[in-house]
């Protein structure tokens, strides 16, 4: 004999919302918004009001706990659906349940808004500007790629158009670290047949080292060799020495072979050393700077912060979370009495909304 525990579906998704974090939750309330027609987001005027005005229900700021009646008419107490915990069950279809859910939407007027829709007023439409604006100052805007640079360089040449448009072309070919991917006769014959062209391999090499001659150094490189020797200037000590140790010493470097490379090239081995530290300054991969992913904004869910008193208080930050309700549209067709298979229908999603907002709120 032993003992197992069952958890209903709607257990296990109220567990699934708690663990989500905001923007997680947010995803997730976007989608539900889109599958779900009868859940609705609840927009909020500057007041902090649902749009549609102040609740009174008589229209005449009277007490909100009566119905409306006609003049002269003794005032009847309203239902206490509110008061009511809304449970779902799985006895008589939730009819009950549905019923509260028609009373409650005509106990708020300021959820019936109809069909049609409400017009927005002047101080909700600032408010909603004031919201877009946030969002857009928030986004980090995107980082300017490699081929961008160069090709943003490369447009201050002074070209005939067949060889600056080739030398677009093979900015685009070359990979994130800035190496030519292919050969650059390969190159050429595409462009050529492609693009209707005769350039000529001489002229091919002369747009190379346009290329070649663009920040960061190193780029348009066809080797690792050459991306090392592109990076060498007149400027830097012993740059004689670090060129011929790049182009005929890498391997023997590698393998700390310098009496080999003392042998071979008559430096001292202070000078051969001097010209491995001047390498290692050198960047290997010159694009890849380039391509470092922006850092992810972190929108945190609880903030622990001090009270007056220097305890410390943990609250829950969700004001960026957006509040949802029954679409009044779809309670307004359940008071309709529609056919059978859309009154089911109705109630699946009706079910589904429900259980989300709840999940929500004891969140």
């Given at each position: ?62 007490d909100p706990t009566y119905t409306d009646r006609l003049p002269g008419e003794a005032p009847e107490p309203r239902k206490d659906v509110e008061n009511r915990e809304l449970v779902v069950g799985d006895e008589s279809n939730n009819q009950s349940d549905f019923e509260r859910l ?108 346009m290329i070649q001659q663009l920040e960061p150094a190193g780029v348009g490189a066809r080797d690792h060799r050459e991306m090392l020797l592109l990076q060498v200037h007149d400027s830097m000590p012993f740059h004689d020495v670090v060129e011929t140790l790049i182009r005929d ?115």
């Amino acid at each position: 004999m032993s003992q197992q525990m069952k958890l209903a579906p709607r257990m296990i998704q109220s567990m699934e919302i708690l663990q989500l974090n905001m923007m997680a939750l947010n995803e997730r309330i976007e989608q539900e918004l889109v599958e779900n027609v009868t859940l609705d987001r609840l927009e909020k005027d500057a007041d902090g009001l649902p749009t549609g005005g102040e609740r009174d229900v008589d229209g005449d700021g009277g007490d909100p706990t009566y119905t409306d009646r006609l003049p002269g008419e003794a005032p009847e107490p309203r239902k206490d659906v509110e008061n009511r915990e809304l449970v779902v069950g799985d006895e008589s279809n939730n009819q009950s349940d549905f019923e509260r859910l028609v009373e409650i939407s005509s106990d708020w007027p300021e959820d019936n808004v109809g069909f049609g829709g409400s017009r927005a007023s002047a101080g909700q439409i600032s408010d909603e500007m004031d919201r877009q604006h946030d969002v857009m100052s928030n986004m980090m805007a995107r980082p300017q790629s490699l081929h961008e640079h160069l090709l943003e360089q490369f447009s201050f040449y002074s070209l005939e158009s067949a060889q600056r448009q080739f030398g677009e072309y093979l900015i685009q070919h070359l990979d994130y670290n800035g190496r030519v991917q292919s050969m650059l006769a390969e190159i050429l014959q595409q462009f050529n047949r492609l693009y209707g062209y005769q350039l000529t391999m001489a002229q091919a090499d002369e747009v190379l080292k346009m290329i070649q001659q663009l920040e960061p150094a190193g780029v348009g490189a066809r080797d690792h060799r050459e991306m090392l020797l592109l990076q060498v200037h007149d400027s830097m000590p012993f740059h004689d020495v670090v060129e011929t140790l790049i182009r005929d010493h890498l391997e023997d470097i590698a393998l700390n072979r310098l009496p080999l490379i003392q042998r071979s090239t008559g430096f001292s081995l202070e000078l051969i050393k001097i010209g491995i530290e001047q390498i290692q300054t050198l960047n290997p991969y010159p694009g890849r700077g380039f391509e470092q992913r922006p850092v992810q904004r972190v929108t945190p869910d609880l903030i622990v912060e001090p009270d007056d008193h220097g305890r410390y208080v943990v609250r829950v930050l969700d004001e960026y979370i957006p509040e949802l309700r029954i679409s009044p549209r779809y309670l307004q067709m359940l008071k309709d009495n529609p056919s059978q298979e859309t009154k089911d229908w109705i109630r699946r999603k009706v079910e589904s909304a429900k259980w989300l907002i709840d999940s929500i709120e004891q969140r």
